[in-house]
């Protein structure tokens, strides 16, 4: 075993499992909610369906993507911490 792992890219994201984090907390999650309460077809389905529409959204982008998308159409939501409001247009000073 190497004490210290090199990765081959620097800018490649962590996974879990076969996931990416974003997709794994987008689809992974709400599957095991409905996996525990009985429901595993719809596990299932929903599990498809939302890994799916995420690598459809993602495309080729990747997460930066996502966050853009975020930004522009969950104002209220979404807070990020270097960039303004995406509401706020005009700026004094």
Same mark, same amino acid.
Request: charge should be positive; include cysteine.
């Given at each position: ?6 990765? $081959?890219? %620097?800018? /490649? !994201?962590?996974?879990? &499992? *076969? *996931?990416? =984090?974003?997709?794994?907390? &987008?689809?992974?999650?709400?599957? %095991? #909610? @409905?996996?525990?309460?009985?429901? !595993?077809? %719809? /596990?299932? =389905?929903?599990?498809?369906?939302? +890994? &799916?529409?995420? $690598? $459809? +959204? ?7 993507? %996502?966050? /853009?998308? /975020?930004?522009?159409? &969950? !104002?209220?939501?979404?807070? @990020? ?8 247009? #005009?700026? =004094?000073?």
């Amino acid at each position: 075993m190497d004490k210290y792992t090199i990765p $081959k890219h %620097l800018d /490649a !994201p962590v996974k879990i &499992l *076969f *996931f990416t =984090l974003d997709e794994f907390i &987008l689809s992974v999650v709400p599957c %095991l #909610f @409905f996996i525990f309460m009985g429901m !595993p077809v %719809l /596990a299932i =389905l929903l599990f498809v369906i939302t +890994l &799916l529409g995420i $690598k $459809k +959204l993602k495309g080729e982008q990747g997460i930066s993507y %996502l966050k /853009a998308l /975020a930004y522009w159409h &969950l !104002p209220q939501v979404t807070y @990020f911490y270097v960039t303004p409001p995406s509401n706020q247009r #005009f700026y =004094l000073g």
